[in-house]
Every structure is written in structure tokens, then in C-alpha cells.
């Protein structure tokens, strides 16, 4: 599995816990550091009292697994022209205030799920701006990531404190962790590289002219590579794995992933704004009546100003 880190010790008088940062269960004897009352890092239970507490547990991880399947399904309603970037930037701004609450209750709320949802909140509310429809569909983009959030909230109920998977290496909870990683890196590589290509070509060159919304964009891209980065650091598993094939496919598998997330976000690029450079069947074309170009959606939306 891509999992087996050696958890970082907590302590609780009924419970024991561990930190999401690794995934197998272990002894407690630290509290976790809390600062102004939000956790520095999740903390999920490995042992529960009665079954009662094990179901409410198991209830605010399937309520996570579903906000992050909503996404994924309004996602693909946006891939398939459906619905536009505001209209699906609506449907995530829903779910995430749901899961945020689930959070809240369940004691998952940390530093870096404040961080990353305040940012994404301002830029679902800043994109439905009139101003910002020519490049919503950027941060649309970024809720791919909610594809192995899916994954991971469904490995999380394979614990086998649970109860549903007995094993630890159950071919279940290896084939979801797996998963998770090959689909958690890809979309480290493609979404901020991908902010960041476009930001960049606005303030750099005058191929779509200057427009604020990229100051914008390299601010946001900042925040979204140190979340990558805290959280990819935070899962990354410590403990070598017995089996030293799987070491080489784990370190090879995700960092191949990463590099063919960046090339994603580089042939994305190029197929929007530079598409006469790649031939056809290296172009990525969304489907759909709402896509539109960027350079196309500028020129008409000056066009529009200019007759107005």
C-alpha cells in the first residue's frame, strides 16, 4: 500500500487516536497542539467507546465522501457543458459550507482546512463577478482536486476500527490508498501549474493582454502550492514499506503522476490560447456550449464593453 507511516502519538483517557498525517493505528501519549482552538492537524479515532460513537464517526466521514461526490458529479455535469463555471462554482460554494459544518462537529476542522476554505469561498464568491467570466473556469479547475478527497474520505472508513474492513492490508483499503495517490499528485502537478501558466502569460506578455484578474490568479496559486505542498508533506507515509518493490513503485508512481499532471496543465494551456502549435490529437477540448476560448471570451467581452 502507499500508506504505513508511523503515526504521531496522542492521548486520550477512552480513546485511542491518530493523526491523518499517517495511516496505520498506534498507542497514544501526546495531546495534539491545538492553537486558538483549531487543531494543527486532523485527528481521527482509532479505538471508540460503544458503537454508537464508532456510527457517529463513520456518519461525518460519509457525509464528507458524499459533499466530495457532489463535486466530482457537478464537475462532470461542467466537462460535458451542462452547466457553466458560475453554475457549478454555486454548487461547490453549497457543498463546501456543508462539509465545513461536518467538520466542525466532527473535530476534523484545522488551520489548513480554514486556509483552504476561506480561499476557496472568496473565489467562488469573486467569480461570479461579471468581470471574472472569462477565467472562472480556472478555479473550476482547482475542484478537481475533489476526486481523491473522494477516494481518501472512502479509505478513511476502511479503518478497521470501523469495523467494516478487518484488515489493515485489506486489498480494499490498498487499492483506495493507491488510488488516492495517483490521482492526489496529478492534481498537485495540473491545478497550480496550471493557475500559474495563465496568470503568468496575463502579466508577462501581450498574447491576452493585462488583466487584473491575474495578480489575482498568482496570489491564489501561492496559496494553493503550499496547501499541496503542507498536505502532500503531511500524508507522505515516514516508515518504509517491508516490501522493497513497493517503495520503488510508490516514490516512481507519484512522481511520475505529478509530471504528467504538469504536462495536463501545459497541453491544457496550449490547446486554449496556442492551438495551432499542437496537433490535433494532442489538443484538450472540453465539450460543451459554454466553452469558449479565453482569447475568444476577451475579445467579445471587450467588444461588449466598448459597444456599451
Not at 192 to 203: D, E, F, G, H
Not at 258 to 274: E, K, P
Request: hydrophobic fraction near 45%; aromatic fraction near 12%; include cysteine.
Amino acid at each position: 500500500v502507499f500508506v504505513g507511516a508511523a503515526p504521531k502519538r496522542i492521548f486520550s483517557n477512552t480513546e485511542r487516536c491518530f493523526v491523518s498525517q499517517t495511516v496505520g493505528p498506534t498507542d497514544c501519549s501526546m495531546p495534539p497542539k491545538k492553537i486558538l482552538g483549531l487543531q494543527k492537524g486532523e485527528v481521527h479515532k482509532e479505538k471508540f467507546d460503544d458503537d454508537s460513537d464508532r456510527f457517529r464517526e463513520a456518519r461525518g466521514y460519509m457525509v464528507v465522501l458524499g459533499c466530495n461526490l457532489l463535486s466530482c458529479c457537478s464537475l462532470v455535469l461542467y466537462l460535458f457543458g451542462v452547466i457553466d463555471a458560475a453554475g457549478e462554482l454555486q454548487c461547490e460554494a453549497i457543498f463546501l459550507i456543508i462539509k465545513g459544518v461536518i467538520e466542525v462537529l466532527t473535530g476534523k476542522f484545522g488551520w489548513a482546512l480554514l486556509l483552504h476554505h476561506t480561499a476557496m469561498i472568496g473565489g467562488f464568491l469573486l467569480n461570479q463577478h461579471a468581470s471574472m467570466q472569462c477565467w472562472s473556469f480556472i478555479t473550476v479547475h482547482q475542484q478537481f482536486v475533489h476526486f481523491p478527497f473522494a477516494i481518501r474520505a472512502a479509505w478513511r472508513l476502511t479503518l478497521p476500527a470501523m469495523g467494516y474492513i478487518k484488515h489493515e492490508l485489506s486489498w480494499r483499503r490498498r487499492g483506495l490508498a493507491n488510488l488516492f495517490w495517483l490521482t492526489w499528485m496529478f492534481s498537485c502537478g495540473y491545478r497550480t501549474l496550471l493557475i500559474t501558466l495563465y496568470s503568468a502569460i496575463c502579466l508577462c506578455g501581450p498574447i491576452l493582454g493585462f488583466q487584473w484578474q491575474a495578480t489575482v490568479g498568482i496570489l491564489m496559486a501561492l496559496i494553493l502550492a503550499s496547501l499541496d505542498r503542507n498536505w502532500t508533506k503531511a500524508m507522505w507515509p515516514t516508515k518504509p514499506w517491508p516490501d522493497r518493490r513497493h517503495n520503488a513503485y510508490f516514490h516512481s508512481g507519484t512522481r511520475i503522476t505529478f509530471c504528467l499532471g504538469m504536462t495536463f496543465a501545459i497541453l491544457a494551456l496550449l490547446s486554449d490560447v496556442f492551438p495551432d502549435v499542437l496537433p490535433l490529437w494532442a489538443r484538450i477540448v472540453y465539450p460543451g456550449p459554454f466553452h469558449r476560448s479565453t482569447p475568444q471570451c476577451l475579445i467579445e467581452t471587450r467588444t461588449l464593453s466598448e459597444a456599451v
